[in-house]
């Protein structure tokens, strides 16, 4: 191998093992609750710790979500609805829905959505807002219109768990 070749072939690694630590410092914390609420309450309850409710909105979010979350019978509100609006958005930043597990089951009529585990899948179903389920938060920047103050997080990324990519 010539000497240039070397070259270009560490430089690319170098690269990449940068370009892989900069995503790798990105990581999501996902607060689940014991408590439940309707999905406005939730979104207020989210919204009072300086959070919103959860943005899952990729499947390496869920795949995270894995390692918080036990497999009980509970069904958990999330940041998803189409409450008044023609399509599903998220309460975050008022973006459209552009990833939903397999089999989900989300109805377009003024409706909420949350997340299940079931035969071993997530996967996002839809119910009217004012029923009571658990919930998930997250931090975020915004959350329905209102800007959030950034607070002290009193979430913890292990080094195992940054090299899961969140977004």
């Known amino acids: ?16 093992y940068f370009h892989i630590g900069q995503v790798h410092s990105k990581g999501i914390c996902l607060y689940f609750s014991q408590k439940i609420a309707s999905w406005f309450d939730a979104l207020i309850e989210c919204q009072k710790h300086h959070m919103c409710l959860a943005d899952l909105n990729t499947e390496v979010t869920l795949v995270q979500m894995e390692t918080k979350f036990t497999h009980e019978d509970h069904e958990y509100w999330f940041g998803l609805n189409s409450y008044e609006k023609k399509n599903y958005r998220y309460a975050s930043n008022n973006k459209s829905i552009e990833y939903s597990p397999i089999h989900s089951n989300l109805v377009n009529d003024g409706l909420c959505a949350f997340v299940k585990h079931e035969y071993g899948f997530y996967k996002f179903e839809s119910a009217d ?3 009571h389920k658990r919930f998930i938060c997250t931090r975020a920047e915004e959350c329905d219109g209102v800007q959030l103050k ?9 080094e195992e768990q940054k090299k899961i990519v969140a977004y």
């Open 129 to 131: 807002c004012n029923v």
């Open 150 to 158: 950034p607070a002290k997080s009193k979430c913890f990324i292990s």
């Open 1 to 16: 191998m010539s000497f240039q070749v070397r070259i270009l072939y560490h430089l690319a690694i170098l690269v990449l």
